[in-house]
């Protein structure tokens, strides 16, 4: 098991016929997971000259780098979080690139908007990173899909077994009863989420059974655009 940001990698055994060992294809560096065959980092913890990025969360793209590369649908995002000159390239999910000597594809991971798990080939073999991931169906990030792989690194923040989610109904009621419980008591309802991903699903999962107008922060605000454009 690799520690990571934001969680814990882990890898399964690959095929003994597999002409790339699976520590040469990844390896992890002090910047990160790097890509030798590419000469690229995924994610990576510090500016690199380039990165592939899962998402647009602050812990996995970071400002610095010279050269982006996402998945299209994220490309808005991520441009938002380097607010930089750096050159960012994206392509659509499923299109794959060749970056050096190694395939390279973004696959949907259901998780924020653009959200991605990569896909990197070489002689054959095939290593996914997911990154962040949930397969709830989600309007607001679209729906994970299954990547056939030899080796998978999975992030795992809430992967302990402590973890148990409400259904996104139970936690629609709860909101609504609560907020209703504020209205008869003439309090203003506030609701505290992440700014980017989390709010934007609060704001679709209320949608029209809002019990009014809700006004949102600025730091909410600057994401929204993206997400109304796609």
Known sequence: ??????????FCKFPRTATVRVMDLLEQTTK??????????????????????????????????RNYFCSRAGHELVRLRTQTGAKIESASFGERRKIGDVLVSFHPAGHILGSSQIRIELGGFVTVVSGDYKVENDPTSGGFEPVPCHHFFSEATFAAPVYRWPTEESVKTEILNWWHENQR??????IYAYALGKSQRLLSLLGRDALGPIGVHGAVRQFLGAYQRQ
């Open 1 to 10: 098991m690799i520690e990571g940001a934001g969680g814990v990698y882990s």
């Open 32 to 65: 990160g997971l790097y890509c030798r065959y590419g000469d690229f980092y995924v994610d990576p913890l510090h500016p690199v000259p380039r990165a592939v990025v899962t998402h647009a969360h602050a812990d996995h793209v970071r400002p610095g780098s």
């Open 185 to 190: 008591s003439n309090r203003t309802s506030i």
